[in-house]
């Protein structure tokens, strides 16, 4: 465990935060924390930890190498029905940002749509909500469709190899409208494509949250101390980010991003409108969501027949405890945890995301 | 067939010089002039690293020489081995050692595009001459050291050429073998009419098989004399002949001679 | 006397590895590692179980994808050696071609044959195995075929012959044992490759993307079910090749 | 004269696939050639094939949009030090590995029967299986007083690629002597370890610098792939990752990183030529 | 020092069969007795491929017998190589491509591990004896057949063994560097007083050289007579003494007795 040795002499906590990606404005939040100096503010000395293809952050926190974690809930949900002990202590993003993108003239616009196409498809357990939305429209993502393994590009997209595509509203989908249009000479534009959003859809499952240790948090009170603080000052980078999108992009483009300023501009903007506005505060766990992904989870079958989840999530598989003396907190600080104010900007991107 | 005023092979002040790295230049021959005529049988004797084997590779073209010109059968050794106009067994027996001691017989006919039937046959004639008739399906690395040597005797015969390099190919044999080895080499040669360059350190072997024995002395590589043979017909008595005796002794003489001039 | 020999060949890896099957289920069963970190033999073998048909037919797909790749790579590598020893601008050519060509990992060259092919054909994977493939068969080769030894070379030099005829009666039987240490690196590579190019493209139909999909969803078991069958696959690409060393060295000077 | 002719031939390989390259482009078609759908040419528009031009003008742009940013070029040559240095010691470490190995198996029938099929099934597990568990465990050791550091995760990634060609190479390397020099060292009653290393091991000369070869391209790869796997920055695989993310609006920009891993292969391979002529004299029928 | 009591080497009712894989079994030797006293000099000779070579190969525990006991020094074979016992030449010269000559020479030294200042002065020492001084930089495929051949007999008699087994190790030598190295091979085995084994197919060699002539026949190997040597001492004129003459004919007849035998 890292925290146990606590700062010396009422030092600073040191704190290992696990990513599940390299550095992208999907974490700018955490990046804004540690340099606007909210986690040293909190008594807290945070590392944060980039991801890798075969990182799994909830693993890594299970065994003690970090002390945060964010991951996507139905994955790490997986993790804890092999006895992973982690608790969900904040759920960040409010909303899923996956889409599946094709050519206007596909006319693919909901999920019935594809049927006997080639649907491309990330694995990597990002993959659920799209076979919810495909069982949901009476599709056998097994048989119905042609399951192409999709890449880091979109270009199999573009190129036409593919019908549609799995993509982040804040990461692939930029892509795209960063590419020029042979036919045009041009960007690409939204108008060229249909998207289907699983949030429409009804088979959204909840994505980026805060994990934590469940063992600490049930015996540890220094801990316990700890992940209210880092909640806490978590969210008010995300409030930050919220508010400063530029400076967040800049220090997330300082921080080593080899993606384009307009690209992670245009990350920070969608990013921002999976967490804001909130309505019971950022970071809390809405029942009915929460329901909504277990469910998805044990029932959505994948191509070979497997579900995430083969059982209900046993014991405290998420808690708003923490989350909720954090959002007291930033209240009193005058904090907008809400963020009902809060309206997307609209962001125009440059080639290639420059 | 053959041009018989054409000199078989001709050395003409041939010089050979090795460069041996850091261990410095060796010089192998110096002002080597010999000519072998068609049919003649000629045996170089000399001691251990006179250039013998350095000769004969310069006429099989397998080395080049530092001066002097070679001459094969008119041409230039070169042209001579692209015709094909010789047949080599080395010092060293040198069998493929993934092939059957037959294949290796068989190789230069393969090689040289003679069917599969031709060859079987040809190879069991050459096999039997050897002695090996039942050794034909045995690895290289089955047989004794003598046996080895004469796989690579038959090979060297495969294609009866008009002209035989051969370097001490007896010298891995017993006595008894050797000669009669001997005799088929005589016979072969007389028969077909070939011509033979036959290294050897057995004064009597050099004796019984030669119409001329040239014998070297080392460093540098000269021919220092050449001893002609004149023995009536080659058979079992020949070697009991009073000529015979003598020629075996001029050719020591020939070869003390020089030493002695060395070691003084 | 050589079934002795063949039963300790056999018995002796089969035995190291159920002993290291047992030492693994007894750290996990003594230490109780949990399943998120490492399953235990016994996970893993019930999986196999329960998946053994969709295990069969993702190695199949994989297998196929390996095989073509390794064959293609093995006929070019060969080839490409021959015309290397024989042709020397060639060889320093291609030697460095080679190398820079190894060096690009499957994560780089995937994606690009992919863009380039087809994201939905097999020919970028197999591509991909081929490229693996080349470099171990090209560098042994090239090797063995120009340690010739010198009498063999004087002895066909002596025969007037070169080019194809030294190359086939002697450099190519030289050459057979580097070969085929060659066709035995590539042949293990062959199958790992075809694996991991499915993470990066193509249909989602081999051992790659299973394996993948089970391990992010931490069903390392499954996961693990599947590796036990890449595994299994390369074996069997392995002793394939050494079947075919064995083949192919009748006769000759017996080999390890 | 060597090294330089060496140079030559490295400049002119890379120009003829230049030439390739550009010569396919104009002749063929954007859309490929295809037999039965299966596309067996590949497509030769701009955005599946950019021009090499396109690509060197990539070299010479800034890296990221940021003030300050350095050039491509310069974070590819930076990437591929950072890469060049865990490569080598990876490579190192699989050497030491290979030939320890290679040697035990010679040694020890039991030891060749038991291990031999083991190391190639190593080879046959995919990283995603090894990767975490490298990390995780390696992050638990401390090496020589001083606490993993990441990059370590990733050279023992790239010795474990790299220790398989040099293990099969050089057990048959330490199995080539003959017959005849096997049976010299008996009659001297010389001891294992004597004609291990007067006869085994030069004579294993031959097959060693092959396998020194594929190992140097498998540690090049390990390190590549592990970059990526373990999340490590600062190498060419991350910038691999990096910009084949960015490739969907800016095609050229992979193949700029491609090129860095394709030089830094190349880079180590004339290293271990160097390697093959040190050791030449042991190689006396080589060409 | 020596125990005079105890044979160098015995061997009693040797048989040795090889397995020749697709091309069938070989018995090379059978029922071989043969006894050699400490100090005493015994040629073996016979018809390529009756099994010389593979006699020695036994003797120095480098093959197995298939039937009948080997003992050296009154030990089993296995021990005395591992007490090293005796040095060896092979029939095939065998020097390490990559080792210089003198490297070469120096070898035995360098396993049994002597040190670097007494290894170089022994093989200056050798290289003299057998006329190689100048070429001890040189690699050995720099070398001629028959200066390789001197190389592995320098090599043999590095360690001053009390048991010389020697393969046919004169066999690509000129006759004067033969004599030559003869007159040292005696001189060597008389002072030391070590026992020799040594393969020839030189009958004047052997019985120059030798206490006992022993003659094999071939298919399978066996010895098919002993032929005891009385010459009072060798020495440049031995060679011309009846008693050699004498001795020489006897040989030779114990061979063709032999050889009409199996021709009829
Ligand atoms: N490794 C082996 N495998 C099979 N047969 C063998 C092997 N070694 C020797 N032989 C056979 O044993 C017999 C005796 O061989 P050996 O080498 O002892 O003969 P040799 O008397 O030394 O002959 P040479 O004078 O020609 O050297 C031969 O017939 C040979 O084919
Ligand atoms: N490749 C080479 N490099 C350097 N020197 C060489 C080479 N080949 C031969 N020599 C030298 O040339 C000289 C003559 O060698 P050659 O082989 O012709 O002698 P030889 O008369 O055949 O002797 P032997 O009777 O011992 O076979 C020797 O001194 C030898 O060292
Ligand atoms: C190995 C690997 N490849 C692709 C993705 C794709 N992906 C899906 S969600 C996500 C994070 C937001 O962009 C990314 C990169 C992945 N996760 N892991
Ligand atoms: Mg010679
Ligand atoms: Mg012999």
Redesign the pocket.
Known sequence: GVTDTAGPEGGPVPVKLQLQWFTQAQFAGYYAAVEQGYYADAGLDVTILEGGTDIVPQTVLAQGQADFAIAWVPKALASREQGAGITDVAQVFQRSGTRQVSFKDRNITTAADLKGKKVGNWGFGNEFELFAGMTKAGIDPGKDVTLVQQQFDMQALLNGDIDAAQAMNYNEYAQVLEAVNPDTGKLYTPDDFSTISWEDEGTAMYQDAIWANTEKLSSDAAYQDTTVKFVEASLRGWAYCRDEAEACRDIVVAKGSKLGASHQLWQMNEVNRLIWPAEGGAGMIDQAAWDQTVSIAQDTRNAEGQTVLTKAPEGEAFTNEYVSQALENLKDDGVDVTGESYSPETVTLAEGGA | MTDQSVAAVSLTGVDKT???GRAGA?T?LSGIDLAVAPGEFVSLI??????????M?LVADLERPSAGTISVFGKSAHQARLDQDYGIAF?AAGLLPWRSVRANVELPLQVHGMGRAGRAARADELLELVGLAEFAGHRPDQLSGGMQQRVAIARALAERPRLLLM??PFGALDEMTRERMQGELVRLSTQTGCAVIF?T?SIPEAVYLSDRVVV?SP?P?RISAVVPIELSDRNEDTREEPGFFAAVTAVREALRARASVELS | MTIVLATRRILTPVLAGVLLLVFWQLVVDLRDIPGYLLPSPEAIGTQVRQNFSDILTASRASGTNALVGLLAGIALAVAAAVVAVWVPPVERLLTPLASAVSAMPIVALAPVLSIMFSATSDLPRRIVVAIVAFFPVFVTTVRGLTRIEQVHAELMRSYAVGGWTLTRLVRLPGAVPYLFTGIRVAASLAVISAVVAEYFGGLQNGLGSRITSAAANTAYARAWAYVVAAIGLGLVFYLAALAAERLASRGRVPIS | MVRLRSVLYGGAALAVILLLWEGYKLVGSPQGWSVNEVRLLPRADDSSMPHVWTVAERFTQPEISAEGSSSVLVAVLRAAWFSFRISLAGWLGGVLVGVALAVLMQRFRTARDALLPYVVISQTVPLVAIAPVVVGWGGQLAVLGQPWQPWMSVAVISGYLAFFPVAVGMLRGLDSPGPAQIALMQAYAASWWQTLVRLRLPASVGHLVPALRLAAAASVIGTIVAEISTGTRGGIGRLIIEYAQAATGDPARPWTAIAGAAALGLVVAALVSALDLALARFNPAGA
């Open positions: 090795f460069d041996a060796v192998a000399g001691p251990s690293g006179c250039g013998k084997s350095t000769l590779r010092q370097d001490e290294v350190h070297m460093r590589g």
